[in-house]
């Protein structure tokens, strides 16, 4: 449609330059008409896009600039990516310091020389203060139109609100804003998430805008526990927290004495609506990525973890209304080519790749099982930036198992779940054969992960 379009302009360009009308007339291309399109252009199905809703760059404490990222992300089959730096936007005036740098000096003198080697002198900006150079940072309104490509790439405007409370690192992601979000602070790590989640809802409401705010990797250094969130209110909608983060620093598993992010979703859903009577938390799977210049298990790269989001449209706004609608689903390697989440049934259907086996387990918590916490006393040793010893107390809470347990499982392509009533929420991952490529921890195979289903009361 766009080639005809642009054929069509160009004959007019021609017949501009023509002197007699007659000539249009003969090639029957009409000489005016209204201002519009054929209709069909802007209109295309209802289909998913791939996409990284956590990327960080030069602008905090990644290893690349912006454009190498951006370049990377769009080789590599995604269709749309925010970059979501700490506390700050890619506008403005920003230098980034090549000679003293905060990253060991090789890795920032590879991403310099791979930054030249792609763009060019006459793109990358330099000066010298003091006997040491520096880059100017291109800000996302200078760099984005050499990518976005409709129904192809774009962007969206993020941040990462890097907030702590006390000794805890509390991050989170505001994703299609307009204005950068600055920490807000609170007395508890809930009471902390909730100033910013409501500073990004307020934000979405003045501007008329939509914006999804995700609670970020909880379990980086286990700073936030499936009670600290399982409370949120979301005014505006359903809440959204990262239950795959592909950081080398983020537990993703847990350990004996901290859950897993994933047992965390079942908690919350299990919770809010199973007892408070809350909205849906729907789960996000994002890189989180920070390193490009080294690669392997234990750095921070890219093509980790990402979401599918079902839209007609690729732009920043109707991608963020089908997140908030819960039209996505969450993949480490696993693409589905048919999936139903809604009317008391999960069906999917895998896109098989030849050779490997699936197995589809469908999770939930029943409306009889004991969703009550039990407080746990435990000490940890952890180690400060000196390397000394510090004991830790803490209370961990333990539920039942009856809590997000495997309620079906299917081995195959393709699976169904038929909801009784007894359920709460009933949510299906999909587990492959595959050992997923670069992984963030030793063994981790290819999944994907559906939105829940929450069960109607029968
Ligand atoms: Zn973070
Ligand atoms: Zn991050």
New binding site residues.
Partial sequence: MQLKALYVATIFGLLASCSTLAVAQDLGVPTAGPLSSDGLAFQGEERWWKGNT?T?TWWSDGDAPPELIADWYKKHGYEFLVF?DHNIMQSGQKWYPIDEPTRPLEQVQAAYKNYVDAFGDDWVEERTVNGKREVKLKTLSEFRSLFEVADNFIFLVGE?ITDSFQRHPI?MNGVNLVELVPPQGGSSIGDTIQNNLDAVMRQSEEYRQPMVFHL?HPNFHYAVAAEDFFHLEHETGDGFFEIYNGHAGVDNHGDDLHESSERMWDIVLSKRLGEFGMSMMYGVAVD?SHEYTRWGIGTTNPGRGWIMVKSKWLTPNKITEAIKRGDFYNSTGVTLSQLHVGDGLIAVEIEAEPGLEYRVEFVGTLKSADLTGRPERSETTEHDHRGNEEHLHQVVTRYSDEVGKILKTVNGTSAEYVATGDEIYVRARIISSRIQNNPFAEGDVEMAWTQPLQVQQN
């Fill in positions: 956590h960080h979501s990462e991050h970020n989180d």
